[in-house]
């Protein structure tokens, strides 16, 4: 089974929205923390949006003020609302849990493209 399932990246045309969720079949048992990372071809892994038990959020400079990071407990997914999104946002989307004992569960990505 895999722990943490990844959804709604897709093609989008600049300065649309798109909202990605992510499921942990764990419930988030045992996390510290939770969020997301993105990879473009040829560059490193970065953090986009990370949101910890105390409910404090980090994000990346530049996705302030366009991303939203959000929970759902009942649900055990957590959300990234991303608004006027741009060709600068194309990557591959990956979920993380942060583990309290400093793993980390990785999602399998989901694709965000941003063309006209």
């Known amino acids: 089974q895999v722990p943490l399932v990844e959804s709604g990246g897709g093609l989008v045309q600049p300065g649309r929205d798109l909202r990605l969720s992510c499921v942990d079949s764990?419930?988030?048992?045992?996390?510290?923390?939770m969020g997301w990372y993105r990879q473009a071809p040829g560059t490193q892994r970065e953090l986009v949006a990370q949101?910890?038990?105390?409910?404090?959020?980090k994000y990346a400079d530049s996705v302030k003020g366009r991303f939203t990071i959000s929970r759902d407990n009942a649900q055990n997914t957590v959300y990234l609302q991303m608004n006027r999104l741009g060709p600068e946002d194309t990557a591959l989307y990956y979920c993380?849990?942060?583990?309290?004992?400093?793993?980390?569960?990785w999602g399998q990505g989901t694709q965000v493209t941003v063309s006209s």
């Open positions: 993380h849990v942060l583990l309290g004992h400093g793993s980390v569960i």
């Open positions: 764990g419930g988030f048992l045992g996390a510290i923390a």
């Open positions: 949101l910890w038990n105390d409910n404090s959020t």
